[in-house]
Each structure stands twice: as C-alpha cells, then as structure tokens.
C-alpha cells in the first residue's frame, strides 16, 4: 500500500531502534505514557514494545474514547435503546463496552434495534430512510470524532431531518492530561502525543504539559516507525536536556490544527461541567453536549436518561494503571474479578488496554526473557 | 528483555494460567451475536454447554466432523446452517455455500464426500425465481463436487421470522485410508501452511452489505476443497498431522484451537501469510485484521517438517492453491499460545476474538 508501506520499512525500524538503544542511559528506567488508544494499538499491532530496550516502558494512557465511557453513560445508553420505535447506532467497538448490566451487544439481544454505523453520517442515512422512527446516534471520542458528530448535525437540522437525535459523549484530551500529571504519584518521564486528536486542536494545546509540568511530548503518527520516532524525539529531549512539544506527525497535523474543524465544534457543542471517566472518576470541563441551537436533538433532553452514576467497583485500580504507579497484576482485582471476559475497568475493556494486554501477553513477557 | 519476574507476579500468572487451561465455562445469560461468530463466545458455547451435555468421545474430539464405525469402516459425519446475508454476493451464493461448507468439513476430516441432505426453511413471501436460483446453485455445485443430493426437508416460516431462506445440510463420506488427522496430533517442529490467499470470503460479504461504502473487487472465495486435500493426502498423507478449514473466527481461530488442542506454540511469520492486496487495504481502513476474517474455501495444513514443502507442492498444484504457503511453525513454549512475528521486526500473541471483529473507532 502506498503511502503506508514507506512507513512499517523493518530496515528503517531497525536503524531507528539502534540508535534508541544509543541514547538511553544504562541504569535509568524511562516510563512514556501514549496517550492515544491508536498508538496502543499500533504498538501491539507491530509488537513495537519488543523492539524498545528493556528499560524503556510504555504506559498506555486514557485516550481510547471508547474505554473512558462510564457504566452509567452506558446505562444511559441502552435505556435510549429500548424506548419504543427507537433505532440506536453506534460505532461498533461501543458494543461490547459493559454498564452495569450488561452491554448494548446483550441489549440488542434483548430486542432492541441497535445498529452499528462506521459516521454519524450513516446514522442521518438511517434517518432519512425511516423517517417515522427516531434514530438516536450514541456520539463517543476525542477532538477526533467530534467534528464530524457535529457536520453530521448541521447537516441534518439545514436538511430539516427531525427525527435524528444524538446522545452526545466527547470528550476532550487535554483535561485529563492534567487530571494525570496533577496527581502527586505520578511516575512518568515524558509523552507520545495523540497525532489524531491534533490533526484537529493542533500541537499548541499541549505547550502546557513541558511548560508546566516538565515533561516532554512528541505528537506522534501510528505507523511503527512514527511511534518509534516520537520515542527517539523525546529521548533525544532528555538526554540533550530539553523540555519541549515537538510534532513528529507535521505531514498531517499543523502546529494550530483544522480551525474549521474548531468553528464546528464551537457551533454545535458547549463543555459540560464535568463528566465522568471510567477509572479516573469526575474530570471537569472534560466533555462535550450540544449547545442550546441544538437542544432540540440532544438526546438526552428529548428522551431524558436515568442518568443514575454507576461507581467503579472500589477494588478496581485503572487510575493507577494509567498513572504508571502500579503494574496491572498488582491491582486487587487483576485476573480474579476483572478479566477479558468479565471486564471491570477500562483497562481491561479494550482488548489494548494495559490490563487486558498483560492479561492475555504476559506468559509471552515472560518467554521474551528466555529468548 | 523484561525484568525478571517477582514472587508475587508469578503467582498472578500462575493463576491466570490454570484459569486459561480450564475448558470455558458458559455463564452468558442470553445468546448474543457474538455466539455465532466463531471466536472465545462460540468456543465457550460449545465447551461449555454442548461438548458436555451430549458427553461422547468422538464430539470430544472437536474435529470438523465426527466418525462412526460401519460395518468395519469409518464414516465422517457432518452438518452445518447457512444464514448468510446477502443470500448472493461477488464470488458466491448461499447454495454454494452449503454444500462447500459441508463437504469441506468431510474433507478436514481427511474424509471423501459421499453425499450431502439438504434443509430449507423458507420465508413466506420469497419469489419463487429467487429460490429456483438457489436450487440450481445447490445443484450446480453439489454436481462439481461430485456429491448427491440424497434427501432434504423443506419448511416455510411466516415473514418475518427468518430473512429470505436458511440451508442446513448434513454430509456423509468415507475417511481415507491415507489420512490420520487430528486436532491434537501437533508436535513442535511442525510447519503449518494456509492453502491461499486469506481473509476474501468475510471481506466480500462485509462490503456486499453496503454498509461501508467501499467498493473493490473482492469475490468470497467459496470452493470445495475435497480436490486439494485429495492431492494433499497423495503427496503427504502419513505427514499430515490436521487440516481445518478457516472458516468463523478466520486463521487465527484455528491455530488457537490448534494450539491449545495440542499443547504447543506456534510463531507465524506475518510476512509471509498471503493477502489479497485489496483485502489487505479494506481490513486496514475498518481495523481489523485479515487472520480474524472468514474464508470459504481456505484451509490451514499442519505437516511435519520434512513433509512441508511436498504438501506446499501440493497445495500449489491443485486449483484455488497457487498462493499457497508456508506461514510458520510450531514451538514448545509458550504453550498453547500463538504468536505473530510481525513484518515490521517485533512479537505479538495473535489472540482469538471474542465475537466478529468490529470496526475500530480509532
């Protein structure tokens, strides 16, 4: 494949890793968090993390949109789903994420019509084409997503669609980027920075995090070699004693982002309060709903949702996890009551997350030693 | 390369360990989709639920098809249903895939196909033209595998309580002489081979459903491979240790089963596996992956090691197997466990899913 296969180049791969290995000091352990789920998926997709020194740790961080969603949102969620005539789409990864009692997967089960769309734009398809119907869009993800969440309603209140409705979750990256670094545990020395996230906020919004905090970032793409870039970048950081945002993904992302993309976002959404993460808890100014012009689609007003909060379980330790205080086999309920199968927290949902990778790879760490 | 490990975190795998030895436990409350997808669901559904209720050595043994002595010789037996949606898409049609299905299963069996029964449950309302269409395509492709019709059974549902027409059919054939297979005869050392391309059946039919919008010339790969596994038996039949077709759940469900069936690990060397180049471009943009998809026509051969490259030969030399190859090996540890040497220069364990691999939102 064009344009993808330039960047997996095993050759070029190996060059970038030696010289990774060149500038790690012998001794010292490094913990990076990638913030993005696309890069944890790429680092297991190509098994990035076997070609990195044994002292250089990736913390997979909270940026997989699907993961954060609460139980309770979820709950939400599947009470929309069976309202009567109600048609409920999603993106498809959402359906396996569990509330409180059970998934809109088992909801679907159960009779309701639950659809798996791959754009908000599907969903207003499904509209148009049953226009007898409510068709409600369970909107999730990061700057990423959200932009398109939003032309997707533009576009359907200018066409005078009044059946679409839309459950809104987004969420925003740099606030819990800050919840992480304000925690006093926090034991992390620098960050792969979200390259999809900034294809749309740009790289400024993360000037904080070296100016603030003194930790260096590289935005990053998700081709093996952009990951094993950024880690050189932020190496080469720290060994030349620098402390600064620097954009590995600048083919893609400009250093202030899609200012059309913003203009959208700011005309159709406004920041809630507060919103919860799973495993992180109640994040302020974290999330997104729509703004007043689009009350009248929101989902939420419309239908109303229990909105009853589903605590994570108190055994459950994702905050840790994510901060790189401990290792997933020391959580309480790592491989006992939190499995793939029965997954309580986020990091066991996403079969990337931290718990869920060591779950199922960790009799593999142990072979690599042997090897 | 890791640290070594404590005290403490040995016991936690330990743990992890036994629980993964066990046979799955089915605990679901209700059946979802991902029941019938093939993957960890369909597993703990059959381990959990079926193998145990209808306790018998030979389903115990979980091969593609189960034998029964005759009168001093061993007959396969096998049944499979076909619900698939859309009834026709590029490259195939729901009647191929009920007789391919079926006689494939004899032929993972190392069984020739003798013949084949045929339900249909029919939905009220169905145009007559649409079921002659199927008709003929059992027909034509039941002829091209030289296996009789022999029975059938034909019932309609109101509309509505199925989608368009449903297929079952149950085949009957005789294991061969050349052939000793089994699902836990694999021993390290062991080579395993795909016999094509992977990944174009379950591709074709997710973009014949036009919920995607892609288009690309992808045709579902339906075939029966009674043919191929007939050469294959001829050019290395004591050296064959198990064939399965890599059908739900797609190659790396098979191997998984394999490896856990046999106790040993296996390193497949991602290079190396055969994809269609606009397979491999649709997995890409949905994020999934090509080992996780289904095929209708594609089998994984595990041969011992000094009869690998006859059984290439032979998989090449038969029709639908010129892209053949040899995809990896099997090792001693990590024990049941398969791992992927990705193309890129690393190692990852190639997992079973849960249920069918959804889209990735990122």
């Known amino acids: 494949m064009k344009y993808v296969d330039e960047f997996r180049d095993p050759a070029l791969g190996e060059v970038l890793a030696g010289e990774i290995l060149g500038l790690v000091e012998p001794g010292r352990h490094y913990k990076f968090m990638e913030v993005c789920g696309g890069h944890t998926h790429s680092i297991y997709k190509y098994g990035i993390d076997d070609l990195l020194p044994a002292n250089v740790e990736l913390v997979h961080g909270p940026g997989c949109p699907v993961c954060v969603i609460p ?38 089960a159960e009779g309701a019509d639950i659809r798996m769309v791959y754009s908000p734009l599907d969903a207003l398809r499904i509209a148009k084409a049953n226009p007898e119907r409510p068709v409600i869009f369970f909107a999730i993800g990061f700057e990423t997503t959200a932009p398109s969440t939003a032309l997707t309603l533009k576009r359907a209140k200018a066409e005078g669609v009044s059946n679409f409705f839309c459950m809104c979750n987004h969420v925003t990256i740099v606030p819990p980027l800050r919840a992480l670094l304000d925690s006093p545990d926090l034991r992390l020395d620098g960050f792969i920075g979200p390259g999809h996230v900034s294809t749309v906020v740009g790289v400024r919004p993360f000037e904080f995090i070296p100016a603030e905090y003194g930790k260096p970032i590289a935005v ?73 012009a689009y009350a009248d689609m929101d989902a939420e007003i419309q239908y109303g949702v229990p909105g009853i909060r589903v605590a994570d379980p108190k055994a459950c330790q994702c905050g840790e996890v994510l901060k790189g205080v401990i290792k997933p086999w020391e959580c309480k309920v790592f491989g006992s009551g939190c499995t793939p199968e029965r997954p309580i927290g986020t990091c066991m949902v996403s079969s990337e997350g931290a718990c869920a990778a060591y779950y199922n790879y960790g009799r593999f760490a142990r072979e690599r030693e042997v090897v | 390369m890791s640290s070594p490990v404590s005290e403490r975190e040995q016991k936690v795998l330990n743990i992890i360990e036994t629980a993964r030895a066990k046979r799955s436990k089915f605990r679901d409350t209700q059946i979802t989709m991902a029941h019938g997808a093939g993957g960890k669901a369909t597993q703990s559904l059959i381990e959990g639920l079926l193998v ?65 029964t ?33 029975a059938g059974d034909t019932k309609v549902v109101p509309r509505g309580m199925c989608d368009q027409m449903y297929m079952c059919t149950t085949g009957m054939g005789v294991l061969d002489d050349r052939a000793s297979l089994s699902p836990s005869s694999l021993r390290p050392g062991d080579k395993i081979l795909v016999s094509g391309r992977i ?5 074709a039919i997710m973009l014949a459903r036009g919920e995607f919008e892609l ?73 999934i992956d090509p080992m996780h998809v289904a095929n209708e026509g594609k089998m994984v051969v595990i041969a011992a090691p000094e009869a690998a490259d006859a059984a290439l030969a032979a998989l090449r030399s038969a029709p639908g197997g010129e892209a053949a ?22 190692k990852r364990v190639m997992d079973q899913l849960v249920g069918d691999p959804l889209p990735r939102i990122c």
Not at chain 2, 127 to 143: F, M, N, R, W
Not at chain 2, 199 to 203: F, I, K, Q, R
């Open chain 2, 118 to 150: 045929l339900s249909l449950i029919l939905e009220e309302g169905l145009p007559a033209d649409i079921l002659k269409e199927q008709v003929a395509a059992v027909a034509k492709a039941a002829s091209e595998a030289g296996v009789p019709i022999v």
């Open chain 1, 71 to 108: 139980m309770g949102r979820v709950d939400d969620g599947i009470s929309l789903a069976h309202q009567p005539d109600v048609i409920f789409t999603c993106f498809g990864d959402m359906l396996r994420v569990p509330g409180s009692d059970g998934t809109l997967l088992d909801a679907k």
């Open chain 1, 220 to 292: 990053a793409g998700f081709e093996p070699l952009d990951v094993l870039h950024a880690i050189h970048m932020i190496l080469t950081q720290l060994k030349e004693g620098r402390c600064e945002v620097e954009n590995q993904y600048a083919r893609v992302v400009p250093y202030d982002g899609n200012p059309r993309a913003l203009q959208v976002m700011s005309e159709v959404f406004e920041l809630r309060p507060h919103f919860e993460w799973r495993g992180m808890g109640f994040i302020s100014q974290s999330g997104l709903k729509l703004s007043e």
């Open chain 2, 52 to 116: 145990p209720s209808f306790a018998n050595e030979t389903l115990e043994a979980m091969a593609d098809a189960g034998t029964v002595s005759v009168l001093g010789g061993n007959v396969a037996m096998t049944t499979d249903s076909f619900v698939v949606n859309p009834i026709t898409f590029p490259g195939g049609t729901i009647g191929e895939l009920a007789v391919n299905g079926t006689v494939n299963d004899l032929a993972m069996a190392g069984a020739k196909p003798l013949a084949l």
């Open chain 2, 199 to 203: 990944g174009d059946h379950g591709t």
């Open chain 2, 325 to 346: 190859a040899i995809i990896g090996e099997c090792r001693t540890e990590p024990e049941g466990m398969v791992l992927m040497a990705t193309a890129f220069g690393g």
């Open chain 2, 215 to 287: 288009d690309a010339d992808i045709k579902s790969d339906t075939m029966c491979l009674w043919p191929m596994v007939d050469t294959l038996l001829d050019q290395a039949g004591p050296s064959l240790r198990c064939l399965r077709d890599a059908t739900r759940g797609g190659v790396a469900s098979v191997l998984n089963e394999l490896a856990r069936a046999s106790r040993v690990a296996m390193i497949i060397n991602e290079a190396a596996v055969p994809v269609h180049p606009a397979v491999a471009g649709a997995a890409e943009i949905l994020g």
